[in-house]
């Protein structure tokens, strides 16, 4: 059930209409159906898996809050651990790691023979894992208290909105809001729902109207030059529409059912650098690792090249998180390096993002520090990307001219649709980067605002004639 | 609520306003014949009715399928050519397929102008249509005639229609077709109510039509046929666009899962059917597989290699000499550009007697 499926609105408008008639208890119950509904319609079978991960992380959090031994709880915290690292070692890395052996036994003339494992990656489990994982570390470090009501608890792992591809929630944000009764309100309806128009808008029209382009130079044996640097372009913006949109989307359905979810993406292509990108990309995920990693590793603690290690091993990790292969280890490797090198260069420096105000010329030098950076970040988005090592080395080797490709492009045009999309997400993003605001039209005159989102519906019409598909993060 | 409710009747009023200056600028620039691609972008979602009417009303428009391949029209004139032609002027090479073989015949007779072609073309026809006029053009050919029979990969979902009408939304070309369905060894054919022009034009027959697009045809869907009403707005029209290649998408997917059409067992069987006439009556049996661009069509040769093989019917893939995967090899209308063609051509000609 995909949020761009007609299914999905007419599932949400039962569970809408649903959680209107019922009194706070009741609408959490039935908001626990309706998610182990939705989790089930991908494939039933996996609900078994939410099921164990979500009683081991309430039994160990129950523990744990009783617990007063050190080694105990150090004990109990373990248990969580592997058996959610289990759950993601079983089910993500077990066939990756079996045939990265095989592969590696091959080079050296041992062919162990083993039968390749046919393991289904359940939709969202790296998402759902690393939720309930925060709950437990948070009990286990006493920044939260367990909670007592094991269904409240399930409907932190399970609530429908970001299961499948997040934000990954904290549950001392989440939980409060489902236990403590919340607020319908006509404004929430608004807000949320401009945000599913964003979220629609970002995902069918330019995400899907970009894939095709893409895919035709992935898939193809003997790309051009111009093509490889058009498609390296093109699908970072593809995936940060289709993330950020699904984001945008479980948000949006999120807060009209009164549920505060926190913000993944904010504006990471107006980064100058890669400390500032990962402040604004997928940051539910960057401060989760973070907190949870990099701190624990040490962070910054221990001098300039522990520092240094720590950020890679956080980056390496990181890209082994978004999925078993090895192009995803050596994005991680990619991002870690520019974070490192970043440091080593430019140290530490204070936050900068939305509503700062700068000068003409002070602008001018961010916007070609910005071109420039995304021209790395877009390179790392070509590993995340490729196929195959092979594929990485081939379109490395054309992007700098040191194997020779055909000369003219053959990319097939992406419509009309998606350089509108884009032209309105651009001044959409460029004006909350401005201005420092992201509701920035609600200041305007109702006209005014009815004008814009009539906008967005017709454009939302305009591009959804294009094929769709799952959104890439699905599949992590 | 109040503020809620303004706000929506403004968006409301606010997107009746952009609609309106949409229809009118439409209006003007296919008036003034601008902005063609804009102006076809959006008719493209008016409904199948709205499309085949406005062809009537404008016979003479670019782009119109309305008398396009209907199959005795098509069979009557082939029966005069065949009539006309000198039997003693050596084979023919008679193809039943789409604009792909029909391209691949034109690069054929440029590099032999001594061949000699008869072509039986319907626009993206599936193998239902190319089969069906195989069987129904049996009397227009000769003992020594090579007879190609073309199946477009992109086509294949639409051997559950019985029209381009129901599954080509965009392109509705109104024209027939059978479809058939595995009967004992051999096929059933179920033929369409409606097989003319003229009978398309009939109201009278328009029930039975629909009703038989109803029962019979995986792909006729409301979307595509009702509301015509809504062809007035732009704005409806694209919602149209939408959920109509939604739809299609999605029956095409149950089809080529085998969930609503038995593909897999009917293709091979119309290929055997196909070259056992082709050499009960001393010709040439050759099948064109011809795979399209998208990477979710089903891999045509993977499909009739076992057919193929058994039956020794000599067969071009053209996946085998041009890499369907390539977007080099395609032009921007998805056909194949001219010089890959001339390739597939090449390799036509090396497997003629």
């Known amino acids: ?476 | 609520m109040r503020q809620t409710l303004r706000t929506f009747l403004l968006t409301l009023a606010a997107l009746a306003l952009i609609d309106l200056a949409a229809a009118g600028a439409l209006g003007w620039a296919a008036g003034a014949g601008r902005l063609g691609g804009l102006v076809a972008y959006f008719d493209y979602g008016r409904s199948v009715p709205g499309k085949l009417a406005a062809w009537d009303e404008a016979p003479d428009a670019p782009g119109n399928l309305a008398d396009i391949a209907w199959r005795p029209a098509q069979l009557a004139a082939s029966a005069e050519g065949f009539a006309a032609e000198d039997p003693g002027a050596g084979p023919v090479l008679r193809a039943y397929g789409m604009s792909f073989t029909s391209n691949i015949l034109a690069e054929a007779e440029a590099l032999d102008p001594a061949l000699s072609v008869d072509r039986h073309d319907g626009p993206s026809a599936p193998p239902n249509f190319t089969f069906a006029q195989f069987l129904d053009d049996r009397p227009n050919r000769r003992a020594g005639d090579v007879v190609v029979l073309g199946i477009l990969s992109s086509s294949l979902p639409a051997m559950a229609a019985l029209s381009n009408q129901t599954w080509a939304f965009e392109q509705p070309a109104p024209f027939t077709y059978p479809v058939f369905l595995p009967e004992g060894d051999g096929l059933a054919r179920i033929e369409p109510v409606i097989e003319t022009a003229d009978e398309a034009r009939d109201p009278a027959l328009a029930g039975a039509w629909r009703a038989q697009l109803r029962e019979v045809d995986a792909f006729h869907a409301p979307v595509t046929f009702g509301a015509t009403w809504a062809d007035a707005s732009p704005f409806l029209r694209l919602v149209r666009r939408s959920l109509a290649k939604r739809h299609i998408a999605r029956v095409e997917r149950r089809i080529e899962a085998g969930e609503l059409y038995p593909v897999a067992e009917v293709l091979p069987r119309m290929i055997a059917a196909f070259a056992a006439m082709a050499r009960e009556d001393g010709q040439v049996p050759v099948v064109l597989l011809i795979q399209g661009r998208d990477g979710s069509d089903l891999d045509l040769l993977a499909l009739t290699a076992p057919v193929l093989e058994r039956e020794g019917i000599p067969y071009l893939a053209t996946a085998e000499i041009a890499s369907p995967s390539d977007p080099a090899n395609f032009a921007a209308d998805s056909h194949y550009r001219p010089e890959v063609d001339r390739r597939f051509a090449e390799a036509l000609l090396r497997l003629l007697p």
Not at chain 1, 3 to 17: E, P, S
Request: proline share 5%.
């Open chain 1, 1 to 476: 059930m995909l949020f761009t499926d007609l299914t999905f609105w007419a599932f949400f408008a039962v569970v809408g209409a649903l959680y209107v008639a019922l009194p706070h208890r009741a609408q959490n119950r039935m908001l626990l159906i309706a998610s182990y509904v939705f989790y089930g319609a991908w494939d039933w079978r996996f609900l078994g898996l939410i099921l164990f991960s979500t009683l081991v992380d309430y039994l160990v959090g129950l523990r744990l809050g009783a617990e007063e031994r050190p080694a105990h709880r150090k004990r109990l915290l373990g248990v969580s651990l592997a058996c959610n690292l289990g759950l993601l070692a079983v089910f993500k890395y077990l066939g990756f790691f079996a045939e990265s052996f095989e592969a590696l036994a091959g080079l050296f003339g041992y062919a162990p023979g083993w039968v390749t494992l046919q393991i289904v990656l359940p939709v969202g489990i790296s998402f759902y894992t690393f939720q309930t994982l925060s709950y437990t570390i948070d009990v286990y470090r006493r920044d939260l208290r367990p909670t007592r009501d094991f269904l409240d608890f399930a409907l932190f792992v399970a609530f429908f909105p970001q299961l499948v591809a997040g934000p990954i929630e904290r549950a001392r944000t989440l939980l409060p809001n489902i236990e403590l009764p919340r607020q319908l309100s006509w404004e929430a309806l608004r807000r949320g729902t401009v945000l599913c128009l964003l979220g629609l808008i970002k995902k069918v029209v330019i995400a899907d109207g970009i894939a095709p382009s893409v895919d035709a130079i992935y898939a193809s044996p003997d790309p051009a030059r111009i093509d490889i640097l058009f498609a390296t372009w093109l699908f970072a913006i593809q995936i940060y529409c289709d993330f950020s949109g699904y984001t945008d989307i479980a948000r949006g359905v999120a807060k009209i059912l009164g549920f505060e979810l926190m913000r993944n993406f904010a504006q990471p292509y107006f980064a100058a650098d890669p400390q500032e990108f990962w402040r604004r990309w997928h940051i539910s995920l960057s401060s989760w690792l973070r907190d949870y990693l990099y701190i624990p590793l040490g962070g910054s603690r221990g001098g300039r090249w522990r520092t240094y290690r720590n950020l890679m091993l956080t980056m390496l990790l990181g890209g082994l998180w978004h999925g078993a292969a090895w192009n995803f280890v050596l994005w991680g490797a990619w991002q870690g390096g520019l974070l490192a090198v970043h440091r080593a260069f430019a140290g530490r420096h204070g936050r900068v993002g939305e509503g700062e105000r700068r000068g003409a010329l002070a602008w001018g030098w961010r916007l070609v520090k910005i071109a420039a950076f995304f021209q790395l970040v877009a390179y790392g988005w070509l590993l995340f990307r490729a196929g195959s090592f092979a594929q990485i080395a081939e379109f490395t080797g054309r992007l700098a001219g040191a194997i020779p490709a055909p000369g003219p492009g053959a990319m097939p045009a992406p419509p009309l649709a998606v350089l509108l999309g884009m032209g309105f997400l651009l001044l959409w993003d460029g004006w909350i980067e401005l201005s420092g605001d992201m509701r920035f039209y609600a200041r305007w005159p109702v006209w005014l605002r009815a004008a814009l989102y009539a906008g967005m519906v017709y454009l939302f019409a305009f591009g959804a004639t294009t094929a769709t598909s799952a959104f890439i993060y699905f599949q992590f």
